[in-house]
């Protein structure tokens, strides 16, 4: 299995304009997590969905960001206006079902940077 | 609210010796406890979890050590090695949920 794939790999933007970041989870699992990590801040949940439905998105920090799931095997996350403080790694997660000892393996992550 | 707190925040060990990584956590409803390794570049994968019902769980070098009462648990590598070297985030679960809190994360670093 390929794992979960993430793309782009790196972005550069500049403030103000729209990011949108790719994530293909593994092939049959039903849960896809997106997290962000920094320096400060760690790694964090942003939003998960069980069934291509999102679960929790307490995460996420403020309305530019959104997510979609339209189908198992796709998802976006999308920051519109983008700022220099969105500058972070983010990674996706997928795992077999959304049980706590179910393994979530991550993506390669996408280290975005925002001029 | 920081709900794992996880020390000492860079850790560097000589060959062979052990590393140790301690994690404290709050909330009583955790019942998973997983650990991730960080390689640079790449994003975390797990490493080993235990549950509460058990004070040790053992996997190759890599054992977790967990009390209950104090609400703390540790992770040990013995015989460490430079392949060893990355970022260690303890995490906790709560039962029937599919949210990991992670801790702040531990840069190891062996020297050979």
């Known amino acids: 299995d390929a794992g979960v794939i993430q793309s782009p790999r790196h972005e550069v933007t500049e403030m103000g304009q729209e990011v949108t970041l790719r994530c293909k989870p593994i092939?049959?699992?039903?849960?896809l997590f997106w997290y962000r990590q920094t320096m400060m801040r760690g790694l964090e949940l942003l939003i998960y969905f069980n069934n291509n439905v999102p679960i929790d998105d307490s995460g996420m920090p403020e309305d530019r960001f959104s997510a979609k799931m339209p189908n198992a095997s796709f998802s976006t996350l999308k920051i519109q206006p983008s700022e220099p403080r969105d500058s972070a790694v983010y990674f996706c997660a997928s795992s077999l079902s959304g049980r706590a000892v179910d393994t979530q393996y991550f993506g390669p992550g996408t280290r975005l940077t925002v001029l | 609210q920081q709900q794992v707190k996880q020390s000492p925040q860079s850790l560097i060990v000589q060959k062979g010796g052990i590393s140790i990584i301690n994690c404290a956590y709050e909330n009583t409803a955790f019942d998973y406890f997983p650990w991730y390794q960080q390689f640079p570049g790449k994003g975390p994968a797990l490493l080993i979890a235990i549950r509460p019902d058990v004070s040790e769980k053992k996997e190759g070098r890599f054992t977790i050590s967990f009390n209950k009462s104090a609400k703390q648990f540790s992770l040990h590598i013995m015989d460490s090695q430079p392949g060893d070297s990355a970022t260690y985030f303890c995490?906790?679960?709560?039962?029937?949920?599919?949210?990991?809190?992670f801790g702040s994360g531990t840069r190891l670093s062996i020297r050979p």
């Open positions: 995490a906790a679960r709560r039962g029937g949920a599919s949210k990991i809190i």
């Open positions: 092939s049959g699992h039903n849960s």
